[in-house]
């Protein structure tokens, strides 16, 4: 069982940064992929980016590329989230979660954190 804590979200205005973490424990943590979903309000929770287990792929919404940016430590149990540039419509909750198969659909995830809310103010 793996368990997923998300850090860093936050009230920021246009055009800032902000760099969320998640740690995860329980489990060993280089076997994951990881993944990074948001879900605004009244929307569905959609995919942002995923990172595989050796941090060698990575992969990103169109919506994102160019301005987040996916990391992990394997060393340190942890995936970062770096969001330049971001934009009124990055606001969200955003959620974490561990997979064993690569995938960029929430039922392919088998652990998720309890989210974090950024909201950017325009």
């Known amino acids: 069982q793996v368990q997923l804590v998300e850090f860093g979200g936050g009230l920021v205005q246009s055009g800032d940064s902000l760099r969320l973490s998640c740690a995860a424990s329980g489990g060993t943590f280089s076997r994951y992929t990881m993944g990074w979903f948001r879900q605004a309000p009244g929307k569905e929770r959609e995919f942002v980016t995923g990172?595989?287990?050796?941090?060698?792929?990575?992969d990103y919404a169109n919506s994102v590329k160019g301005r987040f940016t996916i990391s992990r430590d394997n060393a340190k149990n942890t995936v970062y989230l770096q969001m330049n540039t971001l934009k009124p419509e990055d606001t969200a909750v955003y959620s974490c979660?561990?997979?064993?198969?690569?995938?960029?659909?929430?039922?392919?995830?088998?652990?998720w954190g309890q989210g974090t809310q950024v909201t950017v103010s325009s």
């Open positions: 979660a561990a997979a064993l198969k690569w995938g960029r659909y929430p039922a392919a995830f088998d652990y």
């Open positions: 990172i595989n287990s050796s941090g060698g792929y990575v």
